[in-house]
């Protein structure tokens, strides 16, 4: 998997409010229109700045929070290919892997916003061509590898009738 | 090896002895969602080609987020969790009987060395009744709902060990914030804590659930503690069933320990908007608030609203304050009418909500206007949480909340003892 985009940098312990509010996520379950309140808190204008394939790059903890599937939904709705963080909160992580949103562990202290980033999730290694540096990627556990790349867990269940790990 | 709780509990379910770092598919005893998940849920159950739930006397959903229904939107949403109940031939608790972390352990059904997924964060609660209770996502949840099972990974555990007794006027959510200052929001992630020492001890069961509640604002999977006489005269109350405790080996290996002495612990406040930003209440005193909130899985229960009549009866919420009160169940909601906690919290000027998640979540019951700050019981004070992400939000216990009501300003509870 190979994603090409440019970075949006957001802070530390971005929680699933921002991400999505809970004024929004209880009134529906149509995710392009949640997509359009993405990050509403912390940018209003957040959704109007995305080009499909972009990346939202936080820093430790992301995600913190509620366990609203419809936050790792929205990001993906809203045409973010992938999340990279120092850190996420694990409820987070988990989502994102089981609706196929790729997450990435790795040092974003070297990506700012605007930055054009290279991300090569089978090679494990993130090109930052703004600032011609190659970031190296925490791999993710073979269980999470497996439900990503059977495009989530519904699938993952959907092709094996429940839980195939071994 | 020893194991800890966590690790004995996952081995329970799964059918070997697990150790930290380990992954394993295990069976779960219990499957809870809320009105918030619970649709989307649904529909993760439909696409993963789910027929039924694997059993029907160990799912329940909780319509307590947005209850009664604020909109036609939520009310579309309730009726779908409404009809798939139904068809599938489960629980559902509707609206007015109250939060899911309040329902769940009143049900009877989770108790000591129990394994509970629910997709709501705070699903962590029921590690107060020595269980492994952990919040998932709504795709997790269906996945658990058709198979009965659900995969983990075995975390290792952060020991909190609690030396000392409470002083008067300093509470169980006192003690839990000043946790959560101390290792920040992130201290635990991907880990599991446990509770400890004779602090943990002496609190009553009610008070426990509220420390367990918080163990994911520190990132924490579960917050486990230690079952005892008083875990089990609360289950007596709601069930016959006998659980058997799972306690901590002595060599189990812990990924820390830490301790504190809190005999000397002052009341706290969270500052807006993150739930360890956390500091003593006298920092922040004579704040001016427009809003204070009593309720929530964290502080709704019958200690807290009794603590908050306490302090409330025989005077007046201060002019420039609404006080909103939410309990957590219509069992709370009744003992506290019985008692009479109720009729004082109304004569002082609070207006009760509807049994269930109140204003917590910013979709009804109590959204604060631009530049207002609100101080409550609840466990988050996220920017915009409650609906508004111009207003900010001051977590304190039930005491603070009603000494702040009745001055409109942040005030130390102990001024009023
Ligand atoms: S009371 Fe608040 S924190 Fe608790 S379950 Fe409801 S919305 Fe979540």
């Known amino acids: ?85 120092k850190s996420f909160a694990r409820i987070f992580y988990r989502n994102a892997i089981n609706t196929g949103l790729p997450v990435v562990e790795c040092d974003t202290g070297e990506i700012e916003s605007g930055d054009e980033l290279l991300v090569d999730l089978a090679g494990g290694v993130i090109t930052n061509k703004t600032r011609g540096v190659a970031i190296p990627v925490k791999p993710l556990p073979a269980v999470m590898i497996k439900v990503l790349n059977d495009g989530g867990l519904a699938a993952h269940f959907r092709k094996y009738g429940g839980f195939n790990f071994d | 090896m020893g194991q800890t709780i966590i690790e004995k509990i996952l081995s329970s379910h799964s059918g070997k002895s697990v150790q930290a770092g380990e992954i394993v598919v295990a069976q779960v005893d219990y499957i809870m969602g809320q009105d918030g998940t619970a649709p989307l849920a649904i529909q993760a159950f439909n696409e993963m080609g789910g027929k039924a739930v694997f059993d029907r006397e160990k799912v329940a959903f909780v319509i307590d987020h947005s209850a009664p229904s604020p909109n036609e939107g939520v009310s579309a949403l309730h009726k779908l969790m409404r009809e798939f109940a139904k068809e599938k031939g489960f629980r559902l608790y509707d609206v007015g009987e109250g939060v899911c972390h309040q329902l769940i352990p009143e049900s009877g059904r989770v108790g000591p060395g129990s394994l509970v997924i629910g997709a709501d964060s705070h699903t962590c609660t029921y590690g107060a009744l020595n269980a492994f209770s952990t919040g998932v996502g709504s795709t997790d949840l269906a996945g658990a709902i058709i198979s009965g099972r659900m995969w983990f990974k075995v975390p290792e555990t952060i020991k909190f060990v609690c030396h000392g007794v409470l002083p008067a006027g300093v509470y169980a959510k006192d003690l839990i914030l000043y946790l959560i200052g101390a290792v920040t929001a992130d201290g635990a992630t991907y880990m599991a804590a446990e509770y400890t020492g004779e602090a943990i001890r002496a609190l009553s069961q009610e008070s ?45 290996a812990y990924a820390r320990v830490l301790e504190y002495d809190v005999s000397a612990l002052e009341p706290q406040v969270a500052l807006p908007h993150q739930v360890d930003n956390v500091a003593p209440l006298g920092k922040v005193a004579g704040t001016p608030v427009q809003e204070a909130v009593i309720g929530t899985c964290t502080n709704g229960r019958l200690e807290d609203l009794r603590i908050a009549a306490g302090i409330l009866r025989g005077r007046k919420v201060h002019p420039e304050v609404r006080l909103i009160v939410a309990p957590a169940s219509r069992r709370v909601f009744l003992e506290a009418i019985e008692e009479g906690a109720i009729r004082d919290l109304v004569e002082a000027g609070a207006a009760v909500v509807t049994p269930g998640c109140g204003p917590c979540v910013g979709t009804h019951n109590g959204v604060p206007s631009d530049g207002e700050n609100v101080i409550s019981t609840a466990n988050r004070n996220f920017k915009g949480r409650m609906g508004n992400s111009k207003a900010q939000i001051f977590l304190a216990s039930p005491a603070a909340v009603a000494a702040s009501a009745l001055t409109g300003r942040i005030t130390d509870p102990r001024e009023y003892f």
Request: proline letters at 4%; hydrophobic letters at 40%; a neutral charge.
């Open chain 2, 208 to 252: 426990r659930f509220t420390v367990a509640n918080m163990a994911i604002e520190m990132g924490a999977k579960a917050g486990l503690m230690e079952a005892d006489e008083k875990t089990f005269a609360w289950l007596r109350r709601f069930t016959d069933h006998k659980f058997a405790p799972v306690p901590a080996d002595p060599d189990a």
């Open chain 1, 1 to 85: 998997m190979q994603f090409h985009g440019k970075a949006h940098k957001f802070s530390d312990n971005v929680n699933t409010d921002y991400i999505i509010s809970g004024k929004y996520k209880f009134k529906t379950l149509d995710m392009k229109e949640l997509a359009r309140h993405v990050m509403e808190d912390l940018d209003p204008d957040f959704y109007r700045k995305i080009t499909a394939g972009d990346f939202i790059v936080g820093g430790t903890n992301f995600g913190c929070g509620s366990s609203r599937e419809q936050a790792p939904l929205a990001i993906k709705h809203a045409g973010i290919s992938a999340v990279l963080a």
